[in-house]
């Protein structure tokens, strides 16, 4: 069964608004998760590190005050689409592991977004 | 960057061996090497990992070169739910994975 599981599956939302996209550790606690998002017939493209207790760090060309990320607890990271455009439809995928190197990294399923 | 190439696509028959190659010249000593797949509209599917010794469990084998700069994963008999797009990935410090293009495998009846 999924170890990393997202919610929701799959949301449409309305330009303009904000949506949430959630992600959360099954079983184990993760001090680090990963967002990426992905665009048809395109590579995983990450997004930002999310750590437990502090500020995410987002990589070059992501707007930190669009994609808003809290990792509240060691289970649950949040990905925020502030102000949504058509140009953000894209698939959200979060990443999760225990955090040493050799340890197996586990994907969630996966989130749709379409802004209409 | 991916530190990783692979080639775009491949095709097998099916019960066939798959044998998918990627490059990694420059990989560091304590980088691990990853391989994932992604069947269309889902996340990606951890196979295997390894850091220098070959390394098999029920989905694939994953062989590794001396030199460590290349491998290769094994499907050992590909099906057609083994299509997909598989990625590999070398692990540079923490968990951060950096997805190159990957190769999108077609097995055909």
């Known amino acids: 069964g999924a170890v990393v599981s997202q919610h929701p599956s799959w949301v449409i939302c309305k330009s303009g608004t904000s949506v949430k996209i959630e992600c959360r550790s099954l079983d184990f606690q993760a001090t680090t998760m990963f967002w990426y998002r992905q665009f048809p017939k395109q590579s995983l493209m990450l997004m930002a590190t999310?750590?437990?207790?502090?500020?995410?760090?987002?990589e070059q060309g992501v707007e930190k005050d669009k994609f808003l990320i809290n990792h509240a607890s060691l289970t649950l990271s949040t990905l925020t689409v502030t102000s949504a455009h058509p140009e953000d439809s894209s698939f959200y995928i979060c990443s999760a592991s225990l955090s040493a190197q050799g340890d197996t990294i586990y994907f969630g399923e996966g989130s749709w977004l379409t802004v209409v | 960057d991916a530190k990783t190439t692979q080639p775009p696509s491949m095709d097998c028959a099916e019960g066939r061996a798959a044998n998918l190659p990627c490059n990694h010249s420059?990989?560091?000593?304590?980088?691990?090497v990853y391989w994932y797949r992604q069947i269309h509209s889902q996340g990606p599917q951890y196979i295997i990992h390894g850091l220098k010794n070959n390394e098999t469990n029920e989905m694939a084998s994953l062989i590794i070169t001396e030199d460590r700069k290349s491998s290769t994963l094994i499907l050992p008999h590909a099906t057609l739910r083994d299509t997909a797009v598989y990625y590999c990935?070398?692990?540079?410090?923490?968990?951060?994975?950096?997805f190159g293009t990957g190769t999108r495998l077609q097995v055909f009846p």
């Open positions: 999310s750590n437990e207790g502090s500020k995410a760090t987002y």
């Open positions: 420059t990989i560091s000593g304590n980088e691990y």
């Open positions: 990935i070398v692990r540079v410090g923490g968990d951060k994975l950096i």
